[in-house]
Nanobody
Framework: QVQLVESGGGSVQAGGSLRLSCAAS?????MGWFRQAPGKEREGVAG????????YYADSVKGRFIIARDNAKNTLDLQMNSLTPDDTGVYYC???????????????????WGQGTQVTVSS
């Protein structure tokens, strides 16, 4: 059982930046960030493997968000830049064990979920 705790959410004006952090209680193969906007389904934002070198991003955040993993500390960060109101939502950290042919932006890849942290971007 892996527990995930997110931090770093808050409110910011459009064009601003926020950094989210996720602390995991143990080492795990896949880690990623998801978000859920009001009235919408949860969607994958970014994900990475244990090595942290290979990263995947949703098209909507490419070039603006950076995911970074520290395996020594079992942490996962999400640096969010050039934020827009469309980035508003609850952001969740997720973690999962290795399975073949996993897609890092799919919920089915992940077994463990954090409680979520609110990000609000105002225009």
């Amino acid at each position: 059982q892996v527990q995930l705790v997110e931090s770093g959410g808050g409110s910011v004006q459009a064009g601003g930046s926020l950094r989210l952090s996720c602390a995991a209680s143990g080492s795990i193969y896949y880690m990623g960030w998801f978000r859920q906007a009001p009235g919408k389904e949860r969607e994958g934002v970014a994900g990475t493997y244990r090595g942290g070198v290979r990263t995947y991003y949703a098209d909507s955040v490419k070039g603006r968000f950076i995911i970074a993993r520290d395996n020594a500390k079992n942490t996962l960060d999400l640096q969010m830049n050039s934020l827009t109101p469309d980035d508003t939502g609850v952001y969740y950290c997720a973690a999962g064990e290795y399975t073949a042919h996993s897609y890092l932006l799919a919920e089915s890849t992940y077994k463990y979920w954090g409680q979520g942290t609110q990000v609000t971007v105002s225009s």
